[in-house]
């Protein structure tokens, strides 16, 4: 090409581009009022047409352009020189530094190494400039992106976009139009960072991460309110705000799980400190958003639609980056990073944790489904176990992990136990929307970022707290100790209603259950992970398969679905081909569960999990039951029982995981359960099987260990479960007899009095321990009143006297006692009778006339006699104790001839047998302290 063929183009073409430069200048000076996006689309529109025209031109063309805009000399020749003898350009270069000086910016600089100030020596730093102030114009954005086929220029527009990158979340968050905006900075950025090579230069060259990161926290922190719980000093975002609302912060977090996923920008990010924690404050601004308050008298007059906005933010804000950057730290030579993230995370909870005053804040009536900071933590230590070989004790903090753990464990649990309340109608009064909020909770959508990584951190912090507290808070946090209790009349503060009650056991179990056989954390496979998800979809109803595709749980951040999908759908399902109804509709073709599904696949705990509406698990046991029936494999006319499946082994990292079913605790709740059920019949069937599945899971698990013996009262106190029990061997415990529970008689007025000053004396000595005071009287700060005949006012007379009383309070009085003289076994073969409604059903396993192979199809009394031939076998004495059992429940004209030879005998070898044991060889997997 001859060289002077493009002379007149290049000549002209800066003072073209002067012009437009010229005219958004001044057009800018005369109209601050209008609608910035109107002004650019009427009046320039011809001129952008004609630049476009030139640019169409072709490539020689274009590289004119670039030149143009790129040349430092040309701006400053055509700029900086006329203005000192051309008035005109005088007075436009003025419009320019006031349209600088007026354009908003942010306020607060977290990293005080950063600025965005731009020294403007070109046109593209100008244009890009009134891009961005006339909200990103459709033909000035497709104009520059034009040539972008040229790297220099590329790289040029690259740089000043980051320059102006804190400016466009201040134009996000005051546009009319954010939706559009959005798309059109989105629009631009993902053409710009999606080049590895480029997005990693502008982090270390022009503080790419830090611009991001400093543009969402300044958007978020204009939009803080003070935390719901008046002892918090915690600030998180307001869910009603604009910002939210229309999601405004989409293209910023869109923008940085883009880089997120070049692997050298992730790990320039997790090599800087001070990003790391930067990131970790933004996310705790998302900590306990949208606070509900479970109303108790009226109905709410107007119910918020904030929490979809409050889920979304969560979804897109604090889950994508989690993803990408966690698909990026998958191998052990990551392994520091991952160190790095969570040292941070635990870090920023900490201070969450001091902020809200954790251990007064939590409240029954209160429950926040966002938590972002625990999910960080526990979807990183997941990984990090699971794929870079670390254990939990060098993750975990080296000191007070035990405080760290029962801190962390408070707001999760509340969330589950905020669930089944929810479902079952205790939070009516707050609303629709409040049903929405747990749906979506569980939601396939989301319930990969949610309620998954809420389980894994539970079962985190159960294998290393103590075993009594931890399932003594579950049944306080679920209140189910009225319904446990052996008193004939409810106490009169009871905390539920008595048709909750229920309810509140059955999602209690199903929790434990939960809580002890899910294993999406604790070593599956991705393509484990993925078969069990569609064959939970396909067990509550057959569907097509953009179905199918749509409501497998996904990753969010995370495009596509799985590679193995389409393998591991022809492994579970068969395809019903479309057909023709009678009446001339096509029905689409349609997946069905395969037959072994139902006998091998099918989870009844893992629909529960996934089941947005209580009726899904309701509609697979009755698809589960037609195939059984039609398959002749249940014949019985009793209720088929869920085939609840035995999990797999245990990564040893998570090996006390178990420890809870082996404490004295949940076997008190066994013998609670089993009791009422045999003479109470105030047990439902769904508490009933879940409570023999557990019974069966702590037999199976039960390891060998010895095991302290201790001496056990006669009677034994209501509700104190651990001290039922010599010991915390399965095996032992369920041979021993309970022969009375003593029920203690109910506080009075001045027991709750002095609860209420107990409870405000430990709050003003933690207030004032937090605040440098050493002692603290609370009897000596209250004034009395010396003519009040109050019990209080008595107490508070005199700290010696106050601990005097706290004495003579905590010995009460025994109200009545409760003659049993049962065991567990006893009780299992007397709900076997019931169950099969024949006396002595259960048959030992002596007399039996051949072993049958275990099962998982059956009703009650199958399970249970499965689970008492399971005990027969694992423990000699266990067996004889069956036996005996079994020989007094006969009538007495069967079995005193018999019992008259034998009965010594008998005595002698069940005694013997026990004491041998129990002595040498006691089967569980942990000691619990």
């Given at each position: 090409m001859p060289e002077d063929l493009l002379g007149v183009a290049e000549a002209m073409m800066p003072r073209i581009i002067l012009r437009l430069v010229q005219y958004l200048r001044a057009y800018n000076a005369t109209t601050e009022n209008q609608e910035p996006d109107l002004v650019a689309k009427k009046e320039v529109e011809t001129y952008l047409s004609?630049?476009?025209?030139?640019?169409d031109m072709g490539a020689a063309m274009r590289k004119v352009f670039t030149q143009t805009l790129t040349n430092p000399t040309a701006y400053y020749k055509l700029t900086e020189e006329r203005q000192q003898h051309d008035a005109y350009m005088k007075e436009s270069q003025a419009q320019f530094i006031s349209a600088r000086e007026n354009m908003p910016k942010p306020t607060l600089y977290i990293d005080p190494t950063f600025t965005d100030f731009v020294e403007y020596k070109t046109f593209l730093q100008e244009l890009t400039f009134w891009t961005v102030k006339y909200e990103f114009p459709q033909m000035t954005v497709t104009l520059l992106l034009n040539m972008l086929t040229d790297n220099e220029y590329k790289e040029a527009f690259t740089r000043t976009f980051v320059q102006h990158y804190t400016r466009m979340s201040i134009a996000l968050a005051n546009s009319?139009?954010?939706?559009?905006?959005?798309?059109?900075?989105?629009?631009?950025?993902?053409?710009?960072?999606?080049?590895?090579?480029?997005?990693y230069n502008m982090a270390k060259e022009s503080q790419l991460l830090t611009a991001m990161l400093v543009s969402l926290i300044n958007m978020i922190m204009n939009i803080l309110v003070k935390d719901y719980e008046e002892c918090s000093i915690h600030r998180t975002v307001n869910c009603a705000e604009k910002v939210m609302k229309e999601h405004c912060y989409w293209p910023l977090v869109s923008d940085l799980i883009n880089v997120f996923s070049h692997r050298a920008v992730t790990f320039c990010f997790l090599e800087d400190s001070t990003l790391v924690e930067m990131w970790f404050n933004l996310i705790s601004f998302f900590q306990g958003m949208n606070v509900n308050h479970r109303e108790m008298h009226y109905h709410v007059e107007y119910e918020s639609n904030t929490y979809y906005a409050a889920f979304s933010a969560e979804l897109e804000a604090c889950s994508s980056p989690l993803w990408v950057l966690g698909a990026q730290l998958k191998t052990p030579e990551t392994l520091h990073y991952t160190k790095i993230l969570l040292q941070k995370c635990l870090e920023a909870l900490q201070k969450w944790f001091n902020d809200i005053d954790v251990t007064n804040s939590a409240s029954a009536y209160n429950v926040s489904f966002h938590l972002p900071l625990h999910r960080w933590l526990a979807l990183f230590l997941s990984q990090a176990v699971q794929y870079q070989g670390a254990s939990l004790e060098d993750l975990l903090p080296t000191e007070g992990v035990q405080n760290v753990l029962w801190d962390m464990m408070v707001h999760p649990l509340q969330i589950q136990v905020s669930l089944y309340e929810i479902f079952c109608g205790m939070w009516?009064?707050?609303?629709?929307?409040?049903?929405?909020?747990?749906?979506?909770?569980?939601?396939?959508h989301f319930c990969n970022s949610f309620v998954d990584p809420d389980i894994y951190l539970l079962q985190v912090c159960s294998c290393y707290l103590e075993t009594e507290r931890f399932m003594h808070l579950l049944l306080?946090?679920?209140?189910?100790?009225?319904l446990l209790s052996f008193r004939k009349e409810r106490r009169k503060t009871a905390f539920l209603e008595k048709e909750k009650d229920m309810p509140l056991?059955?999602?209690?179990?199903?929790?434990?259950?939960?809580l002890l056989t899910n294993r999406r954390h604790l070593g599956m496979t991705d393509a484990e992970v993925t078969r069990q998800e569609i064959v939970t979809l396909l067990v509550t109803r057959n569907r097509t398969h953009s179905h199918l595709m749509d409501q497998v749980p996904e990753k969010c951040g995370i495009t596509g679905q799985p590679n193995n999908f389409e393998d591991l759908l022809e492994d579970v399902a068969v395809y019903t081909a479309p057909n023709w109804e009678a009446g001339g509709e096509l029905l689409q073709g349609m997946y069905g569960p395969k037959p072994f599904v139902w006998e091998e696949l099918f989870d009844p705990l893992h629909v529960l999990l996934r089941a947005v509406h209580r009726r899904d698990f309701q509609a697979s046991m009755n698809r589960y039951n037609q195939y059984l029936q039609q398959s002749g494999k249940f014949a019985s006319r009793r209720t088929v029982w869920p085939p609840f499946r035995i999990p797999d082994t245990l990564l040893p990292p998570y090996h006390n995981l178990y420890n809870i079913l082996h404490s004295k605790t949940m076997h008190g709740l066994f013998f609670t359960i089993l009791y009422k059920a045999v003479h109470e019949h105030s047990v439902s069937d769904q508490a009933t099987y879940i409570c023999i599945f557990l019974?069966?899971?702590?037999?199976?698990?039960?390891?060998?260990?010895?095991h302290e013996q201790m001496t056990v009262v006669h009677r034994v106190p209501d509700l104190r479960y651990k001290v039922w029990f010599p010991s915390s061997c399965i095996f032992t415990n369920i041979r021993h007899t309970v022969r009375g529970v003593s029920i203690p008689a109910e506080p009075t007025e001045f027991d709750r009095e002095m609860a209420?000053?107990?409870?405000?004396?430990?709050?003003?000595?933690h207030f004032l321990a937090a605040h440098g005071a050493r002692d603290y009287n609370v009897a000596g700060a209250i004034p009395i009143d010396c003519d009040s005949g109050s019990a209080l006012t008595a107490v508070c007379a005199s700290s010696s006297q106050h601990s005097h009383v706290r004495m003579e309070t905590d010995s009460m009085s025994v109200e009545e006692i409760v003659e049993m003289q049962e065991s567990i076994l006893s009780l299992l073969i007397k709900l076997h009778s019931k169950l099969s409604e024949a006396k002595c059903s259960y048959v030992p396993v002596s007399r039996q006339e051949c072993d049958e192979a275990e099962s998982r199809v059956g009703d009650g009394p199958h399970f249970i006699g499965q689970l008492l031939n399971n005990i027969a076998r694992l423990s000699t004495a266990s067996a004889a104790c069956i036996e005996d059992i079994c020989n007094s429940m006969k009538p007495k004209t069967e079995t005193s001839a018999k019992n008259g030879t034998d009965k010594e005998e008998r005595r002698k070898?069940?005694?013997?047998?026990?004491?041998?044991?129990?002595?040498?060889?006691?089967?569980k997997t942990e000691e619990v302290s």
């Open positions: 004609f630049l476009h025209g030139l640019s009319k139009q954010s939706d559009m905006l959005s798309n059109r900075i989105v629009h631009v950025s993902v053409q710009l960072f999606s080049s590895e090579v480029l997005a009516v009064r707050n609303g629709l929307q409040i049903k929405g909020q747990a749906m979506t909770y569980v939601q396939c306080e946090g679920f209140h189910v100790l009225d056991l059955e999602g209690m179990l199903i929790f434990i259950a939960q019974l069966e899971l702590s037999v199976k698990t039960a390891g060998s260990k010895l209420m000053l107990d409870k405000i004396e430990r709050r003003a000595k070898k069940i005694q013997g047998v026990a004491e041998e044991t129990d002595g040498r060889v006691c089967r």
